[in-house]
């Protein structure tokens, strides 16, 4: 199993650019969440899925729009990027609420 | 809405030697609580937690933490620490919802890097 899976690993955008980040588990894991980890901040929960189809805000949702047609996709979203956004982004799952959640290996995006 | 303060930023230590790394927390409502190490360049992996039952958890590899109610703490510690212990270690917290259920929606820490030297 590959467990959990994010697509790209690296990136650099001008500002304004748009692009989409793909995370895919192969657990049949219900829940699926986007965290953005900055320096000194910890991890910072964008959006969750807690299934096929659903979609609700985090803490720091502005700026992101998350989708979730399939169960073992979630993709981010960044629709006009700013510099505020470069950070690293996690995405992870878990098969319920207070299960462990696995974490993918990080996603690097720097906005100019 | 939920918080969590994680003491030090940095602590260093010599190898086995004891290491406490301090975690509060504050929330309007009973929480699960949660200890992640995140290695470097690597995501995060799950070292323990406290769903209910006995306020000591352990991990597989020598780290335990105590939940205190009371002072609203979870700290985390080990007895002896190897150099493979080097990491940047996180505290979190999910609230629980009405009927004990959990959407799993994590605050962390700003983390504390734990070096281990020889």
């Known amino acids: 199993n590959a467990g959990v899976t994010q697509t790209p690993k690296f990136r650099v955008l001008k500002t304004g650019q748009s692009m989409t980040l793909l995370c895919a588990q192969d657990m049949n894991h219900e829940y699926m969440y986007w965290y953005r980890q900055d320096p000194g901040m910890g991890l910072r929960l964008i959006h969750y899925?807690?299934?096929?189809?659903?979609?609700a805000k985090g803490e720091v949702p502005d700026g992101y729009n998350v989708s979730r047609l399939k169960k073992q996709n979630f993709l981010l979203g960044l629709e006009s990027a700013a510099p505020s956004q470069t950070s690293v982004y996690f995405c992870?799952?878990?098969?319920?609420?207070?299960?462990?959640?696995?974490f993918g290996p990080g996603t690097r995006l720097t906005v100019l | 809405a939920q918080s969590v303060t994680q003491l030090d930023s940095q602590v260093p230590v010599f190898e086995e030697a004891p290491v406490e790394l301090r975690c509060n927390y504050s929330s309007s409502v009973s929480v699960y609580l949660f200890w992640y190490v995140q290695y470097p360049n690597q995501g995060l992996q799950l070292l323990l937690k406290?769903?209910?039952?006995?306020?000591l958890v352990e991990s597989i590899n020598g780290f335990e933490a105590e939940f205190n109610k009371s002072q609203t703490s979870f700290h985390l510690r080990k007895p002896s620490v190897h150099i493979s212990d080097t990491a940047e270690y996180f505290c979190a917290v999910s609230e629980a919802n009405a009927g004990g259920t959990s959407y799993g929606k994590l605050t962390f820490g700003q983390g504390t890097i734990l070096t281990v030297h020889p």
């Open positions: 992870a799952s878990s098969s319920y609420g207070v299960d462990e959640q696995f």
């Open positions: 406290y769903l209910s039952g006995s306020t």
């Open positions: 899925s807690v299934g096929e189809g659903t979609t």
